[in-house]
């Protein structure tokens, strides 16, 4: 016998066919799972980059009710980030002393979405407090 027989080549296409399926749902899988955490990550960047410019900001305590605070975003995120937006809410847990300098504690939570999808949140605290 010279050659291989139809049986025999269709068997081995077929296997092939079902190793070769295989390896392209892994590789399907995997790039799921690739860009899942591109998209956390590159949340997570925006959030720690956006907590930073708060907490570096001027102590704000503009809301005359003295519980929800605005600060302002630090980039425009539609060129730099398309798909992405952040929220950043702030609240006063603590009103302070009441002395000058001491105007309490303030609860900032930053939110990175994409789309309608909150992708990352990050809590943080600002404190303005008047060193004795």
């Known amino acids: ?16 066919a079902l190793i070769g ?5 892994a590789l399907g899988g995997a790039s799921k799972v690739l860009l899942k955490a591109d998209t956390r990550e590159t949340a997570r960047d925006l959030a720690e980059a956006q907590m930073e410019f708060v ?15 605005f600060y ?3 980039i425009n995120l539609s060129t730099a980030y398309p798909g992405y937006d952040v929220e950043v809410r702030a609240v ?7 002395t000058t300098g001491d105007t309490g504690i ?12 909150t992708a990352f ?3 943080g605290m600002k404190v303005d407090r008047e060193t004795p």
């Open 1 to 16: 016998m010279k050659g291989f027989t139809l049986v025999e080549v269709l068997v081995s296409v077929a296997l092939l």
């Open 21 to 25: 399926l295989g390896f392209m749902t």
């Open 55 to 69: 907490q570096n900001l001027t102590y704000n305590t503009a809301d005359p009710t003295g519980n929800l605070v």
């Open 72 to 74: 302002p975003k630090l």
């Open 92 to 98: 006063r847990i603590d009103k302070g002393s009441g």
């Open 106 to 117: 303030q609860e900032i939570t930053v939110l990175v979405k994409q789309g309608t999808n």
């Open 121 to 123: 949140t990050l809590m």
